[in-house]
């Protein structure tokens, strides 16, 4: 009964082997954006004119107005900063929707092109 088996086994494989394989390969192309983002600047974080003052600068009249205001005009220049760096962003955002608009424009083309009618 063995022998049957071991017979049977070398008859399929020798079927299989006779027959050339044939491999057929076709090239896709494939776009794949690349995302490059440059570092982001060092923007560095004020010091807060408030927090300079002494304790004889806090019991005069109108000082600690004085240092407010300043500390507010040194806040909206730091935030000022701060939003113009996430604009350099938001113009990398915008630049890259863009071209990968364009891509997905011309993968579509190439597509319809090949498609048989």
Same mark, same amino acid.
């Given at each position: 009964m063995e022998k049957l088996i071991l017979l049977g086994f070398v008859l399929i494989l020798t079927g299989c082997g006779s027959a050339p394989i044939k491999v057929n390969t076709e090239v896709k192309e494939t776009l794949v954006p690349v995302l490059y983002s440059p570092a982001p600047p060092v923007i560095k974080r004020p010091e807060l004119p408030i927090h300079q003052m002494t304790?004889?600068?806090? !019991?005069?009249?109108?000082? #600690?107005?004085?240092? =407010? !205001?300043?500390?507010?005009? #040194?806040?909206?220049? =730091?935030s000022e900063e701060l939003k113009k760096a996430l604009g350099e962003y938001d113009k990398i955002n915008k630049a890259y929707d863009a071209e990968r608009k364009k891509l997905e424009a011309k993968q579509a083309e190439k597509n319809a092109a090949k498609k048989p009618k």
């Open positions: 304790d004889e600068q806090l !019991k005069e009249d109108g000082e #600690v107005v004085k240092y =407010y !205001k300043a500390t507010i005009k #040194v806040l909206i220049g =730091y």
